[in-house]
């Protein structure tokens, strides 16, 4: 299944939660999942909901990760024709203010982990694509971010602000990193996903600030702030790498002023 995927050139997050969710299905029932039946695989995911409290986003994984399996491993997609993916919630963003956005780096003395929370800001990324950044990703020329194989195997360019590029020097002088821009424990390591949520945890709570939160609202408030000044959504769109305008047009709910040229909103910030 796992070379199936990787031919396919399937990230390696989303190979490990297609593998994840057949398991535990056999695991729940303590049975071979060919001898499972389209009733079961039901329970199994109202036992995911109801029990384990996991999200809409989460359960629409291991609906994939189980279709797949029956589909492409077992060539049994009778099963799992009627299995439907769970109804897409509707709702606005969490979104931190410029002065909460502030107070979080202000507070953050730890240049490795301004670094990083700061570059979730400045440039709009998901938490993957902040762990797989390389030195050379880094185009000082440019002023921007190489993003390699972010969601959908899609290569993109972020802005790289100049205060930001500041930071990253002095995150350079005290730190050394050498082939990752945030290496974990061993240089030839990556920063692991855990790392950079904890990060994100322990400066939020420095802040006292109370919303429920994860890092990737520092990406939704990026987007936001820019479109507060005046970006327009096609800008935004590019910036986020968004295949479908339909993701971005959810901060339409801010006002905004109108035909402002891009840039980060961490220049806005600290100017």
Known sequence: MRHRMVIQNLSARTIRSY???????????????????TDEIYAFLVYLKEERGLSRSTIHIAVSGIRYFYQHILKRSSIIDDVPYPKQEKYLPEILSGKEVKQLFVLTKNIKHKALLMLAYSAGLRRGEIIGLRLVDVDRKNMQLNIRQGKGNKDRKAILSRYMLGVLEQYYQSYHPEKYLFNGRKKSELISEGAA?????????RTGIKKDLSLHNLRHSFASHLLSMGVSLLDIQMLLGHSDIRTTMVYLHLNRRRGTAPCSPLDILFS
Request: glycine fraction near 0%; proline fraction near 7%.
């Open 19 to 37: 593998m994840h969710y057949p398991l535990k299905l056999a695991e729940y029932f303590d049975a071979v999942p060919q001898d499972l039946t």
């Open 197 to 205: 949520n904890w990060i994100f945890r322990q400066a939020i709570k």
